[in-house]
């Protein structure tokens, strides 16, 4: 089985590159970007709720730090749902510069938040959730997202 950090990294990969394909797509058109769109903000969603529900909680519970990094990477995750729900409205009411100024701005939050999490949150909570970590990356994989 892979290891949280391992799992959680795999997973950016995944929904960064349903993101590139996405924004390809809206170059040439809109319309036929939408599902596109609303399965990158599906599947990043899973992504907030595999940290939000378990890592995190695992990682607060573990540490005692719940006002740390934890704290302001919920902060973030807020942020890049509003910026998707702008994005996809967007998309809706097929407005070009509205959807790739909100692209942008995604995905440049995304990419600095995923950077913190890869090179800081998830190499510490390996180290202290260490003992746990297949059980942790099980409850992961089973959360689903309605
Ligand atoms: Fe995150």
């Keep these: 089985m892979s290891t949280i950090k391992e799992h959680l990294s795999l997973d950016h990969r995944r929904c ?15 319309e036929e970007a939408k599902e596109l769109c609303q399965e990158f903000i599906s599947q990043t969603e899973r992504h907030f709720q595999m940290e939000e529900r378990v890592m995190f909680v695992e990682f607060e519970t573990k540490t005692g730090m719940t006002q740390g ?21 967007a998309l809706e009411d097929g407005n070009k510069d509205r959807f ?8 440049i939050l995304m990419q600095q938040h995923n950077m913190k999490e890869e090179q800081m949150l998830y190499p510490m909570a390996q180290q202290h959730l260490n003992a746990d970590s297949d059980r942790i990356v099980a409850m992961m994989d089973s959360i689903i997202v309605e």
Aim: glycine share 2%; proline share 2%; charged share 25%.
């Design 16 to 30: 960064d590159e349903i993101f590139a394909t996405m924004e390809e797509k809206a170059s040439k058109s809109l």
């Design 69 to 89: 990094p934890t704290q302001m990477m919920r902060h973030e995750h807020t942020q890049m749902r509003a910026l998707m729900k702008d994005m996809l409205s």
């Design 100 to 107: 790739f100024g909100n692209s942008e701005t995604l995905m």
